[in-house]
C-alpha cells in the first residue's frame, strides 16, 4: 500500500504528527513574550545578548554536526531555543563574548557530546547558566533596574535572603508580576511567561504536571519554612527563575521523566531543591542548580515509575 498508515508493523502503532520542528517553533513562539518583555525593562541591551546568544548557538550546531559528519538539522529550531533560554538566563549586562561561551558550552559539550538532539541528559540552556554562574560569578549577578538610567539594584529574593541587599525594599506584587524588577532576561515578567506558558498547553507541547507541581510545591514548602507566613509566598513563585525554569526548562522531553507519575515526582524533586537552596544555601536562587540534579536523576525515576508491560516475553525459569 502506498499509504504509510495502513501497514502492519510491531508495537507501537500510535502515531503522531508532531514533529522536531513544529514542536521548536512552538516553544520559540512561546518565548516570544518574555523576549519582548526583557527588551522593554532592560533596552536594546537585551535583544543584542539573545542575537548573540541564538548566532553561536546555530554555528555551534552546524559545526558540530558537519565536524561529526551528521545531517545538519540546524532547521528543527533547537538550537534556536537553546539559545534563546541561556539569554533569558543571563543579566542584561554580561558581555556579549560571555554569553557566546555559554552559547557554545551548551551546544557543543552539554548537547552533541551525549548525542544530540534528544540524547541530551540534562538541559543544554541551565548547564551553560550553570558553568557561566561559576566561571564569573560578579558579572552573572550585576542586575540592573528596568530603565533607561540602568541603576544597580538587587533581586527580590536577595532582599528576602538578606544577601546584597543593604537598605533595599522589596517591590510591590505588581512590578514583579509585570516584570519591573532586577533580574535576568527573561525571567522578570511572570505576565508574559505564563502568556508563553498558556499557549504551549494549548498547543499541547506541555503537560500541566511539572509546572503546576513544581510552582505549588515551591508556594507550599515557602509557606512552611517561612514560619507559615503567607506575606512571602508571592516573591517566591513570581520572582526569580522559577516560572521561566518550571514552564520551558524543567518540561524538556529529553531530561525529564515520561510517565506522568515520574513527572510530578521530578517538579517535587525541584520544587523542595530550589526551596531548600533559597532558604538554607548561599545562594538566593535555587532554581537552575533544582532542575539539574533532578535531570540527573531521571532515569532512576523512569525505572521505578514505568508501568507494567503486558505481552512481552516470559523469562525462562
Same mark, same amino acid.
Given at each position: 500500500?502506498?499509504?504509510?498508515?495502513f501497514l502492519v508493523s510491531s508495537s507501537p502503532h500510535i502515531r503522531s504528527g508532531e514533529s522536531t520542528r =513544529?514542536?521548536?517553533?512552538?516553544?520559540?513562539?512561546?518565548?516570544?513574550?518574555?523576549?519582548?518583555?526583557?527588551?522593554w525593562f532592560f533596552g536594546l541591551r537585551a535583544l543584542w545578548l539573545t542575537l548573540v546568544a541564538v548566532g553561536f548557538a546555530v554555528a555551534s550546531e552546524i559545526a558540530m554536526q558537519k565536524l561529526m559528519k551528521r545531517p545538519?538539522?540546524? *532547521? !528543527?529550531?533547537?538550537?534556536?531555543? +537553546?539559545?534563546?533560554?541561556?539569554?533569558?538566563?543571563?543579566?542584561?549586562?554580561?558581555?556579549?563574548?560571555?554569553?557566546?561561551?555559554?552559547?557554545?558550552?551548551?551546544?557543543?559539550?552539554?548537547?552533541?557530546?551525549?548525542?544530540?538532539?534528544?540524547?541530551?541528559?540534562?538541559?543544554?540552556?541551565?548547564?551553560?547558566? #550553570?558553568?557561566?554562574?561559576?566561571?564569573? $560569578?560578579? !558579572?552573572?549577578? *550585576?542586575?540592573?533596574?528596568?530603565?533607561? !538610567?540602568?541603576?544597580?539594584?538587587?533581586?527580590?529574593?536577595?532582599?528576602?535572603?538578606?544577601?546584597?541587599?543593604?537598605?533595599?525594599?522589596?517591590?510591590?506584587?505588581?512590578?514583579?508580576?509585570?516584570?519591573?524588577?532586577?533580574?535576568?532576561?527573561?525571567?522578570? *515578567?511572570?505576565?508574559?511567561?505564563?502568556?508563553?506558558?498558556?499557549?504551549?498547553?494549548?498547543?499541547?507541547?506541555?503537560?500541566?504536571?511539572? $509546572?503546576?507541581?513544581?510552582?505549588?510545591?515551591?508556594?507550599?514548602?515557602?509557606?512552611?519554612?517561612?514560619?507559615?507566613?503567607?506575606?512571602?509566598?508571592?516573591?517566591?513563585?513570581?520572582?526569580?527563575?522559577?516560572?521561566?525554569?518550571?514552564?520551558?526548562? #524543567?518540561?524538556?522531553?529529553?531530561?525529564?521523566?515520561? +510517565? #506522568? %507519575?515520574?513527572?510530578?515526582?521530578?517538579?517535587?524533586?525541584?520544587?523542595?531543591? +530550589? +526551596?531548600?537552596? =533559597? @532558604?538554607?544555601?548561599?545562594?538566593?536562587?535555587?532554581?537552575?542548580? *533544582?532542575?539539574?540534579?533532578?535531570?540527573?536523576?531521571?532515569?532512576?525515576? !523512569? =525505572?521505578?515509575?514505568?508501568?507494567?508491560? @503486558?505481552?512481552?516475553? %516470559? %523469562?525462562?525459569?
Amino acid at each position: 500500500m502506498e499509504n504509510s498508515r495502513f501497514l502492519v508493523s510491531s508495537s507501537p502503532h500510535i502515531r503522531s504528527g508532531e514533529s522536531t520542528r =513544529r514542536i521548536m517553533m512552538d516553544v520559540a513562539i512561546a518565548l516570544l513574550p518574555a523576549l519582548f518583555a526583557g527588551i522593554w525593562f532592560f533596552g536594546l541591551r537585551a535583544l543584542w545578548l539573545t542575537l548573540v546568544a541564538v548566532g553561536f548557538a546555530v554555528a555551534s550546531e552546524i559545526a558540530m554536526q558537519k565536524l561529526m559528519k551528521r545531517p545538519v538539522t540546524v *532547521s !528543527d529550531f533547537s538550537a534556536v531555543v +537553546t539559545g534563546l533560554l541561556i539569554a533569558f538566563n543571563v543579566p542584561s549586562t554580561l558581555p556579549l563574548w560571555m554569553v557566546a561561551i555559554g552559547a557554545m558550552f551548551a551546544i557543543v559539550i552539554a548537547k552533541h557530546c551525549f548525542g544530540g538532539v534528544g540524547h541530551n541528559f540534562i538541559n543544554p540552556a541551565l548547564a551553560a547558566r #550553570a558553568v557561566l554562574l561559576a566561571s564569573w $560569578p560578579v !558579572d552573572m549577578t *550585576s542586575w540592573v533596574q528596568p530603565g533607561v !538610567d540602568a541603576v544597580a539594584t538587587t533581586t527580590p529574593l536577595a532582599i528576602l535572603k538578606g544577601t546584597e541587599a543593604v537598605n533595599q525594599v522589596l517591590p510591590n506584587v505588581m512590578d514583579l508580576f509585570v516584570g519591573n524588577v532586577g533580574g535576568c532576561i527573561g525571567e522578570t *515578567s511572570a505576565l508574559a511567561l505564563l502568556i508563553g506558558g498558556l499557549y504551549l498547553l494549548y498547543r499541547r507541547v506541555i503537560s500541566y504536571r511539572i $509546572p503546576v507541581t513544581y510552582i505549588a510545591t515551591v508556594g507550599i514548602l515557602a509557606f512552611v519554612f517561612s514560619g507559615f507566613d503567607l506575606t512571602y509566598i508571592p516573591y517566591h513563585i513570581l520572582a526569580g527563575g522559577l516560572l521561566l525554569g518550571a514552564i520551558f526548562m #524543567a518540561t524538556d522531553y529529553s531530561s525529564s521523566p515520561m +510517565t #506522568a %507519575k515520574g513527572q510530578v515526582i521530578f517538579a517535587i524533586g525541584c520544587g523542595l531543591l +530550589t +526551596t531548600v537552596i =533559597r @532558604f538554607y544555601g548561599g545562594y538566593p536562587e535555587g532554581v537552575s542548580y *533544582s532542575i539539574l540534579l533532578m535531570n540527573i536523576a531521571t532515569p532512576l525515576i !523512569d =525505572r521505578f515509575t514505568l508501568p507494567r508491560k @503486558f505481552g512481552g516475553v %516470559k %523469562k525462562s525459569a
